[in-house]
Nanobody
Framework: QGHLVESGGGLVQPGGSLRLSCAASGSISSISVMGWYRQAPGNQRELVAS????????TYADSLKDRAIISRDDAKNTVYLQMNSLKPEDTAVYYC???????????????WGQGTQVTVSS
């Protein structure tokens, strides 16, 4: 079975930066799209950024388009999200997502990380 392990969340002051990491494990044969979502209290879970295999195509939410960079290292099955100039409204639980296929499987399945808290406050 597949697992997504996140790191990099925490407390940061407004204007600061964070780099989130998410590593996929579990005898993976292939990973297609990987992405980051976030959910703040009272809000729906929204897509922050996504990236296709090989990094050929990326998408960003409008609120982070000029302040975030998503990247991936396919050799390590890892996706990163660099966020700069953070604002209090960026405070949310950030979730890693990956569509992957295991070595003993034939279908792609959607996997979610456990979520990591990002708090932007002075």
């Amino acid at each position: 079975q597949g697992h997504l392990v996140e790191s990099g969340g925490g407390l940061v002051q407004p204007g600061g930066s964070l780099r989130l990491s998410c590593a996929a494990s579990g005898s993976i044969s292939s990973i297609s799209v990987m992405g980051w979502y976030r959910q703040a209290p009272g809000n729906q879970r929204e897509l922050v950024a996504s990236i296709t295999s090989g990094g050929g195509s990326t998408t960003y939410a409008d609120s982070l388009k000029d302040r975030a960079i998503i990247s991936r290292d396919d050799a390590k099955n890892t996706v990163y999200l660099q966020m700069n100039s953070l604002k209090p409204e960026d405070t949310a639980v950030y979730y890693c997502n990956a569509v992957l296929r295991l070595r003993n499987g034939s279908r792609f399945s959607n996997y979610w990380g456990q979520g990591t808290q990002v708090t932007v406050s002075s």
